[in-house]
């Protein structure tokens, strides 16, 4: 199986940055996509950003111009740079791959334990 190890998380006061990483590692085939998920208190989980092999990015529009994501794909590595946090940013924020262990099979989602992101206010 994948597994997807987290780092970075912390406790930040409002307008700091974090640089959270995750590296994926395993019987890893292929994969597709990576990206970020968090999930607040009282919230459904939400996605934050992802990034595709061939760099392409997709935001949230709460985060567009302040988060960056990006991708090492030899290292099945992804970031998220968090600049001008927000006490709306407080959550547990998730790693998710995209992508195969087999060939044959179709791509399925593989999720890190989630790291806890504090924005005091």
């Known amino acids: 199986q994948v597994q997807l190890v987290e780092s970075g998380g912390g406790l930040v006061q409002p307008g700091g940055s974090l640089r959270l990483s995750c590296v994926a590692s395993?019987?890893?085939?292929?994969?597709?996509?990576m990206g970020w998920y968090r999930q607040a208190p009282g919230k459904q989980r939400e996605l934050v950003a992802s990034?595709?092999?061939?760099?392409?990015?997709n935001y949230a529009d709460s985060v567009k111009g302040r988060f960056t994501i990006s991708r090492d794909n030899a290292k099945n590595t992804v970031y998220l740079q968090m600049n001008s946090l927000k006490s709306e940013d407080t959550a547990v924020y998730y790693c998710?791959?995209?992508?195969?262990?087999?060939?044959?099979?179709?791509?399925?989602?593989?999720w890190g334990q989630g790291t806890q992101v504090t924005v005091s206010s």
């Open positions: 990034v595709t092999t061939r760099n392409s990015t």
């Open positions: 395993g019987s890893i085939y292929s994969i597709i996509a």
């Open positions: 998710n791959a995209y992508g195969r262990t087999i060939r044959p099979d179709p791509p399925r989602h593989y």
